[in-house]
Structures are given as C-alpha cells and as structure tokens.
C-alpha cells in the first residue's frame, strides 16, 4: 500500500503568476490533481493513501493525515492559500515524522534485528515549490537544513529523518511570467540547482526544473512511472576493479567512476496470490549485538553495502530458501550487463557485521540475469559460502540424519552468524523438513534492556501518533475577545488624580474603582466580543490591515470618530453583520440551534406550526383545523353551477381544483370590474372575506397597495370607508383592530 504525500509550498511567493495566466499555487493543485488522474489508470492505485502537508507549522500544516479521506484530501488542497514563509526544512520534517508515526508500533523497522527488505511501508513525497530564497522566521538561508529535535519518539535509533523505502521527489516551476520567443529544448527535464536537490538525491530520488507546461506533464507521468515497492540501497565497491572479459569492454578507466558508488532502489516484488511481499533472509546489521548492551547504536536510514568484484560462483541449493531482488537500472548495473557475465556473481558485505574482522562475511551477491537484461541481487543465509555445502550434504547425502561431524560444523557455523540469524535459520530448517536440528535454548534475542526500551518507545509512539491524528484538520480557535495588555512604562487612568471625575463624566454618578487598583491582576483578561464572528481590530498597528480593506477600515474609522458620541465603536458595517458565505446559506437547522428557546403558546389547543425553510407559515396538515373563509367560498361555488356542468359521483375523476378567494392573488390574470355594481346586502360577506384574505396571507402589502381594484368594485356609499381603510397607520395589531371595527359598522349599516 504506497503512501503518496504531496508538499505544496504555501509560501506568499507562490502568488505570482505565470504567462499562462494562473498562480504558481494554482498550477501547483493542478498538477496533483492530474497526478492522480494519471495514477487511478494502475489497478494497483485501489491501495493508495494520500496525505497533505503545507509549508504551516505544525500540525496546522498537516492538512491530511493517516485517517483522513481521500474527499478531506482534495477538499483541503483547495482550500490551501499561499500567506507564509519559504520553511522547506520544518515543512520536510514534519513530513517525514508523518510517515513514521507507526513505524514503531509495527515493528516495521525491527531495530537491532537485522534489515528485512520485505517489511516495508513505501512512501513517495512529491515537494511542489518555486525554488525561491529559504525564508523562515530567522532570516533567509542559503541551503536547506532539518530541525535535528523532533517530538517523534524512537527517531534516534535512525540517524537521518527518513527510511530506506521512503524518496523525495521535488518539482521546481520555473515557468516564466511572459511567453518566451525561443523554442522549448525537447528531451529529458533538468536537474535544478536549488537546495533541495541534494535532498532529493540522498533518499534515492531526485528533482524536476519545470520550465513549461508540457514538461510539467512530462514530469508527472515521469512520477507515476516510480511508484514502485522497494528500499533504497547504498552499493559501494570494495578491492580493486575487475578485469576485462573477452565480451566486455576493453577500455580501462583509472580513478574513481560513477558506478563504484550508487544510490539506487531494489524493487521488492509483492506476492501475485497475497499482495504482500514474502521474504526469508535479512540484511545484516552493521554492528555485532551485545547481551549486555543496554541500548542501540543508531543505524542509517540506507544500508551500506560492499561488493566485491572477484567472480565467484553463483550457488543455490534445492530446498533452501533464497530471496531475489532486482536492482533499479543505474551505473552499477548498466557496467555489469556490459560485462556480459551472466553465469558469475560478486559477492556482498556490509561491514562490521560480523563478530571479528572489519568486512565481515558474504550474505548473498550480485548477478546479472541470463538474458542480460537487469541484475538481480541474491540474499542467502549469512556466510551462505559456508551453511550451504553444510545443508546440500545434509539434504543428498545424510538425508536429514546428520551424524556428530557434521552437527560439530554445523555449531562452529552458529558461532559466526550473527544471533538475530537464528530465527530465519530455524524456519528455513522447518521448510527443509529438519525442525530439530536448532536446540530451542539458543539465545537469539535482544537484552532484557534493549527489548524494555524498544517497548517503552513503542508505547510513547502509539500515544504520539493519536494525539498528532486528534489535533489534524482542527483549526486554531480564534480569540474570544480582546486581550488586556499590561502597559508598565506607562502610568494607567485609575492612577490618576482626576480619574473619579473622568469617570463621573464618562457614566455618571456610577461607583468609582479604588485608587490602589493594580493593572496587572488583569493581565490574562479579555474583553467579550458579542458577535463571536467578528474578529476584534485591535488598531495597534496600521501595517496589519490588509491592502484590499485599508478603504473599508478608513471609512469605519471616519464613522466612529464623526459618532464620537454614541460611545459605541463599529467594527463592521450595517450590511456585513447579515452577510454571510454562500457556502453556508441554507443551513437552517444550524440557525435553529443557536437560536434561543421560543416562548410557549398562548393558546395551547392551537396547532403548532412546522419549521419549514422556505415556508416558516406552513401548517401540519394532520391537525391543520378548518378555515371559516375557505368553508364560505366552497359552499358558495358547490351551489352556484355553471350551466352544463354534470356533477361527477364521488371517488370518480381527480380532485376538484378550489378557485383562488380574491382576484389580487390569481397570478398571470388581468382583473376587470364589473359592469353593475353589487347589491349592499351583499358587502358583509366580501368584507368578511376581505378580513380573512388579510388576516391569514399579507395584510401590509394589501394596505400599502396605492390603487386595489377592489375597492372600485364597491359601491360607492361606502367611500369614506375605504378612504380611512388606506389611512391606517401602526402595527400589524392596529391595523387588525381597527378592521374589526369597521366590519362592525359595515354590519350595522347593513
């Protein structure tokens, strides 16, 4: 399951703008997004993880972590915003510590116990910067330094930040902020010359100088070809260059070249029927363990490995497990396929190894394969030149009934391997058929105190890595209020003579505080802030105000001072304090929470009325109770039908559509007059129904309407009805009242 995680430079330099019209940030989020487009084509992509970490201090820069989601990944690399310094250094470690965080726990490292290639976690960080200065809070730096402390338990043991399945690949845009006459150079991206490059190239990786967007797109398929399961290695030669074969090449270089060093990967293949990669032997330590010890030396993060160019005889024996690990094509293998040598080997050490001498012994060797086209590394048990001929006599000729001499070499084997060897050594005699060969007494551990202070570690990791997953994705908390800051130098007003008339005039007769008050007992106090969401302005420092809002501040600052005498200070303006994003509008039932309790129903048979956005009048219909107004104007249109109309039976056809009460509410149709005017009997019941229309939908924008055509329709000895109905001014319960007073005139009249 790769890691992939994605170092975006958040820093201000990253605003410019290209030719192409958009940020280097903006470029910089797009290229991870094609990243990912271009991974998701390998079925093998389903077990990725992503993580996010900006150019923020801890853990505020941590912006997806190891519990994270792919949808909080991308939701957090839009949201990134280029505000802060150039921190490459912090920022990397703070990466690098992320991906250790369960190291320990697992085990996966097996401190002190030998490397084994096929316990690893394979980690790719790709760094996205500008290659600008490196800036932080103490200055510009000319090369990338590592803070040496770290909060992460455990990370003694190692000496470098990383681990061996762990590479760091930079891209370093250079596009430039106008379209360049010259043609684009084709071929391969260059290396760039900024200081992270040499970074780059000790975790096994390297960087990109992206001068176009078609060498960007270059890059980044260039990226997702190195997705790759393996530990990085460390081969160095040892004794002197070997000499030339018939099919070889015949020229002789003296001095140093290119593939006595090399810092390249070995691909470890995962199992086709499991997915997890299976392996029987490690790599040895570069250190003899001692019972007594009571700790580790520290180790380094790639294992230095020493070949020898002596041709030697490629061995296996049937029965005896091996693992084989290709090598990335580099120098070193690139000479050896020269060489054209598939049927011999050179042999591998890592020194200090062993209990006596600086080598130590072989525990496998490098050979190129048959058809010549990669080179493959053999790691066999330590010293397999020896325990070999010992497991082929035990298997052809003794079969597995080894008599005293050969149990005597055998012992004398165990005394030269390393004692973490034993288990690996025990289960390949499982798999030979010989289980009883090693006496179960044979101490192959670490010490009592070794194993205590690796369990210690492993503990404080587990403990470390929840509290850093606890505190990713949360946000500072903002400032409830303004902080009192304690003024030494200068004298404060409660000190002064006159203070109890300056408060008199300020608030009156109110009490005054003592004389001997003392500033400093409110040092941790704040002043309370009533909209949470305003961010105090404490107006200290006129360079804090950002460029976009020194008008907003200005004319802020001008209606406070015109206002000097309200005594209360805006912060916002009228129109702000009811704007809100767009993001959040809708978000009603949020609204609701922080609203206080309604008060009870004065009358509690009434129906309560659903919290609907969008209708807040809309009523339950399960107990919706029946309008007087609507029973009027049904059984009004039951008894008058139009000529030719047949009723239908009940239950028959689909519901009978209810005509709208008044013309003003019918949308889309013009409202004509009548031609004669309606009788007086006939106005108590359209006034009624005038009541109802008001009082249940909107009674004010009836009212403020200059001209209803309703009150033409009416007959005109009721004029001065209407003239006071259009001078009502007042409340809704006004208006309502006097309504109700003229029904009763209209009624008596009537």
């Known amino acids: ?43 093998a992509s389903r077990g990725d993880r992503y993580m996010l970490v900006s150019f923020e201090e801890a853990p505020a820069g941590i912006k997806a972590g190891w519990k994270d989601s792919h949808a909080t990944f991308m939701t957090e690399l839009r949201n990134l915003q280029a505000v802060g310094l150039t921190s490459i250094g912090q920022s990397l470690r703070t990466a690098f510590d992320l991906l250790n965080l369960n190291r320990l726990v697992s085990g996966i490292d097996n401190y002190g116990q030998g490397r084994n290639p096929f316990f690893l976690e394979p980690a790719i960080i790709v760094a996205i910067t500008d290659g ?55 071929g391969g991206v260059p290396l760039d010359p900024s200081p992270i490059t040499p970074m780059c190239e000790v975790t096994g990786g390297r960087s990109y100088s992206v001068f176009s967007q078609r060498m960007l797109n270059q890059c980044l398929e260039s990226l997702v070809q190195k997705i790759q399961s393996g530990v990085v290695i460390h081969f160095e030669k040892t004794g002197p260059d070997p000499p030339p074969t018939e099919d070889g090449p015949i020229e002789m270089k003296h001095g140093p070249q290119s593939w006595h060093s090399c810092h390249k990967m ?33 180790r380094a993060a790639h294992p230095q490995v020493k070949f020898s160019c002596v041709d030697s005889e490629p061995m296996v024996v049937d029965k005896v497990p091996f693992d084989k690990y290709e090598l990335e094509p580099s120098p070193l293998t690139q000479y050896i396929l020269e060489r054209k040598s598939p049927h011999t080997c050179w042999q591998v050490f890592v020194c200090n190894s062993a209990k006596y ?130 003024r030494s130098s200068a004298l404060s007003l409660a000190h002064r003579k006159d203070f109890t008339q300056l408060l008199q005039c300020i608030m009156g007769d109110g009490p005054a505080l003592p004389m001997e008050a003392n500033t400093k007992e409110f040092a941790g106090f704040q002043l309370a802030a009533l909209n949470k969401a305003l961010k105090p302005q404490g107006l200290r420092n006129p360079y804090d105000i950002p460029r976009s809002h020194l008008l907003d501040q200005l004319s802020r600052m001008r209606r406070n001072l015109l206002h000097a005498g309200i005594c209360i200070l805006k912060g916002q303006d009228q129109d702000q304090l009811h704007s809100i994003p767009i993001a959040q509008m809708g978000n009603y039932q949020d609204y609701l929470k922080h609203c206080p309790s309604p008060l009870r129903e004065a009358d509690p ?31 009004t249109q039951s008894k008058g039908k139009r000529p030719g109309e047949s009723s239908s039976p009940a239950g028959v056809g689909g519901p009978k559509r209810r005509r709208c009460m008044s013309p003003l509410l019918r949308l889309g149709r013009a409202y004509t007059p009548p031609k004669t005017p309606p009788r007086r009997d006939s106005f108590v019941p359209v006034v009624l129904q005038l009541f109802f229309v008001i009082a249940h939908n909107t009674i004010h924008q009836i009212f403020l309407l200059p001209q209803c055509p309703f009150f033409l329709c009416l007959n005109a000895g009721y004029e001065r009805i209407f003239y006071l109905l259009k001078q009502i001014q007042g409340s809704l319960e006004t208006r309502l009242i006097f309504l109700q007073s003229i029904i009763k005139e209209a009624a008596s009249r009537c």
């Open 266 to 298: 070995i691909y470890v293949r995962p199992n086709p029927k499991t997915g997890v990669p299976v392996g029987h032997w490690p790599i040895p330590e570069s250190f003899w363990p001692d019972q007594n010890s009571p700790t580790l030396p520290p």
């Open 605 to 635: 048979d009434q129906p309560k009325r659903l919290h609907t956005f969008g209708n807040p009048f809309k009523l339950d219909k399960k107990a919706m109770m029946v309008d007087e107004a609507d029973e009027f104007v049904t059984g």
């Open 357 to 486: 001498g600086e080598l130590g012994q072989p525990f496998g060797y490098l050979k190129a394969s048959t058809a010549l086209n990669c080179v493959n590394l053999f790691v066999m048990p330590y010293n397999y030149s020896v325990v070999l001929p010992l497991f082929d006599d035990l298997i052809t000729v003794h079969k597995f009934k080894p008599p005293a001499k050969w149990r005597q070499s055998f012992e004398n084997y165990l005394k030269t391997v390393p004692p973490y060897y034993i288990t690996a050594l025990r289960k390949a005699l499982r798999m030979m058929g010989a289980p009883n060969l090693l006496a179960d007494n044979i101490e192959y551990g670490l010490g009592y105190s070794v194993v205590s202070y690796l369990k210690k570690l492993s503990q404080q990791a587990k403990i470390e890595a929840d509290r850093v997953c606890a505190l990713v994705g949360k946000k500072a908390a903002l400032e409830g209020g303004i902080k009192l800051r304690c």
């Open 1 to 43: 399951m790769p890691v992939l995680l994605f170092l975006i430079d958040t820093s201000a330099s990253m605003n410019q703008r290209s030719h192409l019209g958009t940020s280097y940030l903006d470029i910089a989020k797009g290229a991870v997004e094609t990243f990912l487009k271009l991974r998701s084509r390998d079925p």
């Open 132 to 186: 600008s200065k490196l800036t932080s809070s103490c200055g510009v730096q000319d090369e990338l330094h590592l803070p040496l402390t770290t909060p992460l338990p455990g990370s003694e043991l190692t000496k470098e930040p990383f681990r061996w399945d762990q590479r760091l690949f930079s891209l370093i845009l250079r596009i430039p902020g106008h379209t360049s006459s010259d043609p684009e150079p084709m």
